[in-house]
T-cell receptor, first 112, second 114 residues
Framework: QKEVEQNSGPLSVPEGAIASLNCTYS??????FFWYRQYSGKSPELIMS????GDKEDGRFTAQLNKASQYVSLLIRDSQPSDSATYLC????????????FGGGTRLMVKP | KAGVTQTPRYLIKTRGQQVTLSCSPI?????VSWYQQTPGQGLQFLFE???????NKGNFPGRFSGRQFSNSRSEMNVSTLELGDSALYLC?????????????FGPGTRLTVL
């Protein structure tokens, strides 16, 4: 059973702070890792993808991957109230095709 | 470029009925995946289609089925609806095979079973 674990939160940070979201996965064969943001009542929106160990930066977002530790994280710098949402970690295994396994999501609250 | 579209956006059905949901992928995308999202179970993979063939299937009963057409549009069908089938059904499209293939989600179809 492939598993993806996230702290459900809520994670509360003040506006302008760095929010750190974490995710662990069980399948060592996993090759692709994604962070999606989901606002209440909406569908998931892709934030970041990462495929190799290390950091990947895109604007205020940085994804970090450590395959040896089976750990993925997302840092949000200069957090804004509009970042308040549920962040979903998703992992695509090594088998052929697309089959994302999602974590339960971390609810982030950015307080003005 | 237009995003993934799903129809209908909302559905209300009664137990025992069947339902068909439709998904049109992003232009040029040939892979379509379906997911079910519920408060209790979160986001769960249903199945994936590529070139009109089912490539992967999640752990759902046979009442859940799908298909893909030659234009990459996809439909999923749920027969003999149960109360527990009430959920947000999400379709995601991607280019196709490749280790860095990325899925983009549609707005979803909210199904309520009474």
């Amino acid at each position: 059973q492939k598993e993806v674990e996230q702290n459900s939160g809520p994670l509360s940070v003040p506006e302008g702070a760095i929010a750190s979201l974490n995710c662990t996965y069980s399948d060592r064969g996993s090759q692709s890792f994604f962070w999606y943001r989901q606002y209440s009542g909406k569908s998931p929106e892709l934030i970041m993808s990462i495929y190799s160990n290390g950091d990947k930066e895109d604007g205020r977002f940085t994804a970090q991957l450590n395959k040896a530790s089976q750990y993925v994280s997302l840092l949000i710098r200069d957090s804004q109230p509009s970042d308040s949402a549920t962040y979903l970690c998703a992992v695509n295994g090594g088998n052929a095709g697309n089959m994302l396994t999602f974590g339960g999501g971390t609810r982030l609250m950015v307080k003005p | 470029k237009a995003g993934v579209t799903q129809t209908p956006r909302y559905l209300i059905k009664t137990r025992g009925q069947q339902v068909t949901l439709s998904c049109s992928p992003i232009s040029g995308h040939r892979s379509v995946s379906w997911y079910q999202q519920t408060p209790g179970q979160g986001l769960q993979f249903l199945f994936e289609y590529f070139s009109e063939t089912q490539r992967n299937k999640g752990n759902f009963p046979g009442r859940f089925s799908g298909r893909q057409f030659s234009n990459s549009r996809s439909e999923m069908n749920v027969s003999t609806l149960e109360l527990g089938d009430s959920a947000l059904y999400l379709c995601a499209s991607s280019l196709g095979p490749g280790s860095e293939d990325t899925q983009y989600f549609g707005p979803g179809t909210r199904l309520t079973v009474l």
